[in-house]
């Protein structure tokens, strides 16, 4: 099997471990924001930048992306090896996934750092 | 392992059950979301400057263009979420027989439908 080695767990075990795990921290953050936009009368730009100015917030948001990031590999990885036959098209596709995750992880430290 | 197996990729000519087209939705606001996530990150580095914010705030709340890419995003977001929920109730053991399957299948479907109506309501 030459297609494992870009799936990132290594196994299809520890890929739908990880899938659960990143689900339920997009979960709560998703119920978090929500709550946040519910419960806030008026979303100003003093309300917004209080949200995110905690550690709490920034470590939360960042788990976040980890998860999405995790989340969107593993999951493409799957549509590819359904969708995409041609081995050559399958790899470079699945390497196109790979970077721009990472570049979307540290991209968004960047972001949430700046504040 | 045998190179020619028979295979029917004309979709048309098999029937969707619900839970096929609740499974299928639940790939396709998934790639949605890929795609969508540098528009989000995007946002949210601008959200964190006054002038960035106000840029925004103008964007929603004058460009059909921008408050219906939000409300795809959003409506993609609650999909994802619900299909997800189902996923993970019957990784529990709950609803895994064949008509918990279809029931729980429509009620994602009818639970995003309704959401889908209340974030128009919500963007507009």
Redesign the interface.
């Known amino acids: 099997m030459v297609t494992t080695v870009t799936s990132l767990g290594r196994s299809g075990l520890h890929d739908w471990v990880l899938q659960?795990l990143s689900?339920?921290i997009?979960?709560a953050y998703?119920v978090y924001l929500g709550y946040f936009f519910a419960t806030t009368p008026e979303v100003t730009?003093a309300a917004?930048?209080g949200l995110?100015a905690s550690t709490f917030m920034k470590v939360f948001s960042f788990l976040t992306l980890l998860s999405?990031v995790m989340h969107?590999w593993i999951?493409?990885w799957i549509?590819s090896t359904d969708y995409m036959p041609k081995l050559s098209i399958r790899i470079v596709f699945q390497a196109i996934?790979i970077v721009?995750c990472l570049s979307?992880l540290v991209?968004?430290i960047q972001?949430l750092w700046?504040? | 392992m045998i190179k020619k197996r028979p295979k029917n990729l004309d979709l048309t000519t098999v029937r969707q059950p619900i839970p096929a087209i609740s499974s299928i939705l639940h790939r396709i606001t998934g790639v949605v979301l890929f795609i969508a996530m540098p528009i989000l990150l995007w946002m949210l580095q601008k959200s964190f400057d006054s002038a960035g914010y106000a840029e925004l705030h103008a964007m929603f709340t004058e460009s059909f263009l921008w408050q219906f890419i939000l409300w795809a995003i959003l409506t993609s977001v609650v999909y994802h979420v619900f299909a997800g929920v189902r996923h993970l109730l019957m990784d529990m053991g709950i609803g895994e027989t064949l008509k918990g399957g279809r029931v729980s299948a429509w009620s994602v479907i009818i639970l995003s439908a309704i959401s889908a109506v209340l974030l128009g309501v919500w963007v507009w």
């Open positions: 659960r689900a339920v997009m979960l998703v730009f917004w930048q995110f999405v969107a999951g493409l549509v996934v721009i979307l991209w968004g972001i700046s504040l």
